[in-house]
């Protein structure tokens, strides 16, 4: 006999965490997920949602209040009767830590198990320096984070992980990550225990964290279906289906830099393939553009940049020449967004979405990047897929990833079930 | 104050069917759910994954039992105490019907409220002949069909539809279908209401309903992410996401028949791009190329399949063709199936689902198209993705469809619950 499939099954990750996970009942965790959902609730209210008797519902309240996780926040409006008492989350039972890492930066966030953010700290950090040397650092700065603002008695509960390759979700593990040399199947979640041993982890890919927080305090808040789009050296996707992060089956969903745009005649991509999405497309594509400019004489003002970085150019100056009104920068932008968005009309034919968000550092490149993307996907998608599908920036940028990071820990946390 | 994110929300289906539905309460939804997954449970299994009450699930069980949609139906190993009584659904509580309207073909079936078969029937009918003539007759035929196999005095709870077209599901409407004339926004579910004035109506797409079917009784069965892909004339996915028929934000996706291929020279398609997969690959395509091979005078084989229509050729034949060896036929099969495979290539890539299902018409090509979509997707998807991805065919074959249809209608009408 299995159990109920809405029940979520974290397996392996059990094995490092288990002890430290709080052990709700079902009936809890039903009554913790409509409460933070609905950012508090009374008993009659959770009768009629629940469907449990007001005895079970006064039991489960007063369990979670004893353990700290709800309390009353005051009165219900008065709707003709009697007031009534509205239990919400308890903002001083502990604290969440949520971290981003990413290829250059590490971005760090505490909020309480409201979500609300209680301290926010950034700081350029090489990913490539392994695991051993960022997560200690990222210990540091969260002890640091805590002394400063005064929270170093509270403890922390849950802490949610984003890393910038493929997550084994499940597991807690990066797999074959192209850009992060010795966090290959190292155990994050053992060696942030170490020193937080009574805090539950969660790791994910960076990617499918930011698309989270957009779902769910950015731009994509009343949208139930998003592709994220994140723009960078590289290109990736997180997918949110229902509300929810979906992962895939492997847990590498997304991963949409290596989608074939062009077999016969593009340029060799570092995974064996030849013209792949990001080899075309990518940061480091539109660099090589303007480089080639550079070295053709076909604009001025790229040479400008390339010679005041002493003969190096980034995608960050091809979206200032094209604000200077270079036009061979423009031109170079909008052959990328156009590619981009002739492979997200395919997506949104066999996904549906109800927005797609456009983040990471090339997204910087503004509105030329943003139209041709669109314009693309609008020529190419079927128009029932595309008459409401908003093709949008990121809303919270560089907190997207800190902000998704948290609420996945809260999501996963808040909703572990005892094991029978 | 919004619902609870698991409460299947139906909205506008319930102007229709509002008062044909059980209204059941959210605790006998889900005793109901957790006995149709595991085919049965005791009190103890329902207690122990529900957590309400021994009182609470007593009082659902007789309510249940007294509405006739469970029994018990003997009782569970002796574990060592005393035997418990397991309850089932009920297989004389009603008939559930399932349609999957194709088109050229109507297939029709019967099963009781465990998804049991009783009945069985398939006919050649046109969909452009429009949905008057061929709803009625469907109608006649379920008459016919009760009648023969003695179940005209038992009621018809549900009855789950599955049409050749883009299907807003909310609705249960048709909406701008490409090859069913007089369908557009014709209201299937009244229609059906006027004939079967008790029975709750879902409608959905084809191949969202064969999905569903291969995912719950078929080649899927023990696979929560799955694309299905039907290869006939047209090209169309349908989505199983964590086991359940995912339909996108306006109800559109899967369609896949439309992703560009080839935008520079691909052939021009009805939808107004060029290079579309389906023109490039479909049914249609594949008897193009064929008969350019007979002007061409390049196959003997296929000449004569031409001549023996009368200066005609089909997909089919060119199926027959290989299987004697052409290597012409050989040929066009293998390039149909390498410019699927890329495509399908990229949505693995993006989707990373845990089994591809190839279903429809041309499917019957057989395992050189098979083998070549799925050297396709080796070639240009991610290794994690597709270390443990199989390529496979329709198990249920003309099944998957009315199977799909009858879950589908299963589905939504015991997990719909009363409105507060």
């Known amino acids: 006999m299995t159990s109920m499939s809405d029940t979520p099954v974290i397996e392996d990750t059990t094995i490092y965490t288990r002890e430290i996970l709080p052990v709700f009942t079902h009936a809890e965790s039903t009554i913790l997920s409509i409460i933070r959902k609905n950012q508090g609730a009374s008993k009659v209210d959770l009768i009629r949602m629940t469907d449990y008797s007001r005895s079970k519902i006064t039991g489960c309240i007063n369990s979670l209040i004893e353990g700290g996780f709800i309390h009353t926040n005051g009165l219900s409006g008065n709707t003709g009767g009697r007031r009534s008492v509205i239990y919400t989350l308890h903002g001083n039972k502990g604290l969440v830590f949520g971290a981003d890492i990413g290829a250059t930066s590490i971005d760090l966030m505490i909020t309480d198990l409201r979500g609300k953010r209680l301290a ?64 290959d199947q190292f155990p994050i979640i053992p060696f942030i225990n170490d ?25 994509g808040i009343d949208k139930q279906n ?42 060799f991509c570092p995974c064996g393939n030849r013209g792949c999405l990001e080899v075309l497309a990518g940061g480091e594509a539109i660099a090589r553009h303007a480089a080639e400019a550079v070295k053709n004489g076909t604009s001025e003002i790229l040479k400008k940049y390339y010679d005041q970085r002493g003969g190096e150019i980034r995608a960050e100056d091809i979206g200032s020449a094209a604000r200077e009104g270079d036009p061979v920068s423009i031109k170079i932008i909008r052959e990328s967004g156009k590619v981009i968005g002739e492979v997200m009309a395919g997506l949104v034919n066999f996904y549906n979405p109800g927005m797609i968000v456009i983040g990471g550092g090339v997204s910087n490149l503004g509105n030329i ?27 919270l940028k560089e907190d997207a990833g800190v902000i998704g990071a948290i609420n996945l820990a809260l999501d996963v946390y808040l909703s572990m079930e005892r094991v029978y």
């Open 120 to 183: 926010r700290y950034e700081e350029p950090g090489l990913v490539k320096h392994g695991p051993r040397k960022i997560l200690s650092r990222i210990c540091v700065l969260f002890d640091r984070l805590m002394e400063e603002n005064n929270l170093s008695e509270r403890p922390v509960l849950a802490f949610g992980i984003g890393v910038p390759g493929p997550v084994d979700f499940k597991r807690g593990l990066v797999v074959s990550p192209p850009i992060m040399p010795g966090w």
């Open 195 to 219: 020193h937080l041993p009574d805090t539950f982890v969660v790791v994910d890919n960076d990617v499918n964290i930011m698309a989270l927080g957009e779902s769910v305090q950015g731009i």
């Open 226 to 267: 998003i592709i994220f789009v994140k723009i960078g050296t590289g290109i990736g996707a997180g997918i949110i289906c229902e509300g929810k992060v979906y992962h895939g089956t492997a847990g590498c969903a997304g991963d949409i830099g290596h989608i074939c745009v062009d077999n016969e005649e593009g340029p």
């Open 369 to 395: 990047l943003l139209s041709s993307i669109h314009q693309a996907i609008l020529k190419r998608s079927l128009p029932l897929a595309t008459k409401d599908l908003p093709v949008v920036f990121s809303l």
